[in-house]
C-alpha cells in the first residue's frame, strides 16, 4: 500500500491564484481529513469527510472547499489565494470511529506570495 | 470548546537526560489519546496511544505515557533521550464526537550530543 499521498510537495502561488491540492488514500478508510501547520500552533482542521458525499467543515474552513466523490480520493481547493494561507497541508485518513488509528500524508508546503 | 494543552513549548536536553513533556486535555467523559512525533522534514508518525486498560502506554522508540484521569493528563516521557529523538511532539485527542483529532500546539525538542 502506499498509505496517503499528497501532491505536490511544494507550490508557490500568486495572491488571487487557485490551485487544488491533491490526496489519495489506498487503504478503504471512510474518514479522511486536510489539516494546516504553522509554525507553534499545531495542526489546525480545515475539513473532514466520513465518506464519499458526506464533508464537513474543521475549526478553519474558510477559504477552502472540498469534496469527496470516491472514497480514495479528497481534493482540497484554495480559491483567490491569501497570504494567510501560507502554510504546510496535511491530509490524513482512517478506517472509521473506535480504535482505528490515523494517518498522515507527507504534506504540501505551500506559499503565497 | 474542547482543547488539547502542551506546556512546554521548547525544551532543550543533552543526550542520556530524562524527558517528560506534559499535554492536558480539557473535556471529561471517554477520552482516546495519542502521541505523534514529526521528524524534521517529514510527516506526523504515531508514537504511541491510550484507548483504554492500563493508564500506563509503551509506543516505539522506548517512549511510554501514562493517562491520569483525576489530572486530565497524558504525559510523555523517556528515560534517557538520544539525538536522532530531536523532532517536534504533538498531543491529540478525538473530540468528543470521535470524529475528528484535536491537536496541542506542540513542543519542539532539541538533544544535544
Known amino acids: 500500500n502506499a498509505g496517503v499521498t499528497q501532491t505536490p510537495k511544494f507550490r508557490i502561488l500568486k495572491i488571487g491564484q487557485s490551485m487544488t491540492l491533491q490526496c489519495a488514500q489506498d487503504?478503504?478508510?471512510?474518514?479522511m481529513y486536510w489539516y494546516r501547520q504553522d509554525p507553534g500552533m499545531g495542526l489546525k482542521l480545515i475539513y473532514y469527510s466520513v465518506g464519499a458525499g458526506i464533508t464537513d467543515k474543521g475549526e478553519v474552513p474558510n477559504g477552502y472547499n472540498v469534496s469527496r466523490s470516491t472514497t480514495e480520493d479528497f481534493p482540497l481547493r484554495l480559491e483567490l489565494a491569501a497570504p494567510s494561507q501560507t502554510s504546510v497541508y496535511f491530509c490524513a485518513s482512517r478506517f472509521g470511529q473506535g480504535v482505528y488509528e490515523q494517518y498522515f500524508g507527507p504534506g504540501t508546503r505551500l506559499t503565497v506570495t | 470548546a474542547q482543547s488539547v494543552s502542551q506546556h512546554n513549548h521548547h525544551v532543550i536536553l543533552s543526550e542520556a537526560a530524562s524527558l517528560e513533556l506534559g499535554c492536558n486535555y480539557s473535556?471529561?467523559?471517554?477520552?482516546?489519546l495519542f502521541w505523534y512525533v514529526q521528524y524534521p522534514g517529514q510527516h506526523l508518525q504515531l508514537l504511541l496511544k491510550y484507548f483504554s486498560g492500563d493508564p500506563l502506554v509503551k509506543g516505539i522508540k522506548g517512549f511510554e505515557a501514562e493517562f491520569i484521569k483525576s489530572k486530565f493528563s497524558f504525559n510523555l516521557r523517556k528515560p534517557s533521550v538520544q539525538w536522532s529523538d530531536t523532532a517536534e511532539y504533538f498531543c491529540?485527542?478525538?473530540?468528543?464526537?470521535?470524529?475528528?483529532?484535536?491537536f496541542g500546539k506542540g513542543t519542539t525538542l532539541s538533544v544535544s550530543s
Open positions: 473535556y471529561g467523559g471517554t477520552v482516546n
Open positions: 487503504m478503504n478508510h471512510n474518514y
Open positions: 491529540a485527542a478525538w473530540n468528543q464526537a470521535g470524529t475528528a483529532l484535536i
